[in-house]
């Protein structure tokens, strides 16, 4: 009798619980409840289910990245950063998200424009040109299946004489509603100089202070 009790004001609280609230002028927040997956199994079921998120597999990850991407878009169409608005239109270099560890945990793809299509020779890109753009989007997924988006990482190859520690790149930092953080040289410059002393170590290594998309992840 009581477990009846307990199993119905569960089903209830599930009932309840049946949102996808994707708001891209509020948030960008998307909950995966268990009672969006216990539909009809004829049909397509649209959302993966987070149950897994230290686990998450490639085409998981994906499927979430695919859901949340049109309210990314809407936030970041209004960013007062050019690049911010424009990236998406630009060649991804990674085949499905993967957790970042050295970018708070998050969930990452890596973009790059036109000037900067040498980064998807990785190790071989060798240094690049003046103009090229690297951006890193990301989102999380928290122990209990809630998906947030999060920050854009940007790295913007600049003219020679622009920084010599940085190699010329400034790095950039665009938080989740489209606002910017901070900037080499610009405002908020102290807000990513944590950017520059990481990345200098792939400079150590002989890279552009880049250190390319984990081999697991590469596009074929
Ligand atoms: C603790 C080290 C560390 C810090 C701090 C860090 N990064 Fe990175 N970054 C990496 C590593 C490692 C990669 C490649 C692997 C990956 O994607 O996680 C990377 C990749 C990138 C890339 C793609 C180009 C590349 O190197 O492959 C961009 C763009 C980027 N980071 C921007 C930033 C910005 C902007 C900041 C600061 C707001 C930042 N990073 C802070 C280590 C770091």
Redesign the pocket.
């Given at each position: 009798m009581l477990l009846r009790h307990f199993l119905v004001a569960i089903g209830i609280l599930l009932l309840a619980q049946v949102t996808v609230h994707v708001d891209a002028q509020q948030s960008s927040t998307v909950q995966y409840s268990d009672s969006e997956f216990s539909g009809d199994p004829d049909e397509p079921r649209r959302h993966t289910r987070v149950t897994n998120p230290a686990t998450l597999s490639g085409p998981e990850a994906e499927a979430i990245y695919h859901d949340l991407a049109p309210a990314m878009e809407a936030t970041f169409s209004l960013s007062p950063s050019a690049i911010a608005r424009d990236y998406r239109a630009w060649s991804r270099f990674n085949t499905a998200p993967?957790r970042?560890?050295?970018?708070g945990q998050r969930f990452?793809n890596?973009y790059a424009n036109a000037v900067g299509a040498a980064?998807g020779r990785h190790e071989d890109a060798g240094v690049l040109p003046v103009g090229a753009i690297?951006?890193?989007d990301s989102f999380t997924v928290t122990d209990d299946g809630m998906v947030e988006a999060g920050p854009l990482?940007?790295?913007e190859k600049m003219d020679d004489g622009f920084n010599y520690v940085t190699g010329n790149w400034r790095?950039?930092?665009v938080l989740a509603d489209g606002a910017v953080y901070?900037q080499t040289l610009g405002d908020g410059a102290q807000r990513?100089e944590?950017?520059i002393?990481?990345?200098l170590?792939?400079q150590v290594q002989g890279a552009d202070?880049?250190?390319?998309?984990?081999e697991a992840f590469r596009l074929p």
């Open positions: 993967y970042s560890a050295t970018h990452i890596n980064y690297l951006v890193k990482f940007i790295m790095y950039t930092l901070g990513v944590y950017c002393s990481c990345h170590a792939a202070h880049i250190f390319f998309v984990p």
